[in-house]
């Protein structure tokens, strides 16, 4: 299995986790799901193969700014200090389109 897909699976299996979590306000599963999102980053799967082009040092800083949002939201949710539906659903959103600039990063995706 290529690190590619090694990183898909972990990522499909933290979406997985975290679309019920948010839709039914469970906390405690998101932290599985978290552990899932971010196992690509230390087992080295996720590193950037090829030339590093400006446009690809955008797309990392999106990727990171967005994937840092969207857990600073989860962090607020899960601890309490944010509890709503709108911090659930916003988490969601922003860990989608932080997952979808990494889409880009891979070059799965092309336009």
């Known amino acids: 299995m290529s690190n590619r897909d090694k990183t898909t699976l972990c990522v499909a299996i933290a979406g997985l ?15 599985i799901g978290a552990f899932f999102d971010w196992l690509p980053l230390p087992t080295g799967w996720m590193k950037q193969e090829g030339g590093k082009t400006s446009a690809t040092k955008v ?6 700014a967005l994937t840092l949002v969207a857990y600073l939201i989860a962090a607020l949710w899960v601890t309490g200090l944010w509890d709503t539906v709108l911090s659930r659903f916003l988490f969601l959103e922003i860990w989608w ?15």
Do not use: D
């Open 59 to 64: 797309w990392v800083i999106i990727h990171v």
């Open 17 to 31: 986790i975290f679309i019920p979590s948010v839709f039914w306000g469970w906390r405690w599963p998101v932290l």
């Open 97 to 111: 389109l932080a997952v979808m600039a990494g889409v880009k990063l891979t070059g799965t995706y092309r336009s």
